[in-house]
């Protein structure tokens, strides 16, 4: 079983990059948020998930320890696969996640991409009890969320709103809205933030 790959990223797709580790060419399906970490031609570790089926063996990897951990608990769940899990990672940090199953808000987990209602009440009631104070930082968490909200405005909020409903998620839209706060019009948050998002 592999644990982890560390080569260099020769390409990134939408969904999966190619990782060249001594001149073998993986292809390796990823997260949003790990995509966001890749570089083509500079080395990077992912943490790997070996997912057999009868037609086909996937990898999938994770750049950091929280998502892959996140990765398994999920698709530990009946009726969660990898494309779903990858999909969820891909919407919302592990943090962020947790947070949602500590607070038991079915209807949040409800808007991430492939989970309907019982799924979302399958995952808070097989993962509340899997929680430990080390899932996520309540302090850290709080100061970064009012942080954000005081910065984001109607501005920011109406373009946030407008590029979920293009598709992108919740966690790569403050990542990229993060890097600049000068905003003069809704307008130019959204072209600011099509411009970042579509260059990876």
Request: glycine share 8%; proline share 2%.
């Amino acid at each position: 079983m592999i644990g982890f790959l560390r080569g260099k990223v020769t390409y990134t797709f939408p969904d999966y990059c190619f990782l060249d580790v001594h001149d073998v060419g993986y292809r390796v399906f990823v997260s949003h948020q790990t995509r966001n970490h890749l570089s083509v031609g500079e080395e990077v570790m992912l943490y790997i998930h070996t997912h057999v089926r009868e037609d086909a063996i996937l990898l999938y990897g994770f750049f950091s320890q929280e998502e892959y951990d996140l990765f398994q608990h999920l698709i530990g769940i009946s009726g969660i696969g990898p494309k779903v899990a990858q999909g969820i990672l891909s919407a919302i940090t592990a943090n962020e996640f947790y947070r949602l199953i500590h607070q038991k808000d079915v209807k949040a987990i409800t808007k991430l991409p492939g989970i309907g209602k019982k799924t979302a009440e399958r995952i808070i009631l097989e993962l509340k009890d899997k929680l430990t104070s080390s899932s996520f930082d309540d302090d850290s968490f709080a100061d970064h969320a009012a942080g954000f909200a005081d910065s984001m405005g109607d501005k920011i909020s109406e373009a946030t709103e407008a590029l979920l409903n293009l598709g992108f998620g919740q966690s790569e839209i403050q990542s990229v809205l993060k890097k600049k706060m000068d905003w003069e019009s809704t307008e130019e948050i959204i072209r600011y933030a099509l411009a970042e998002l579509q260059r990876f």
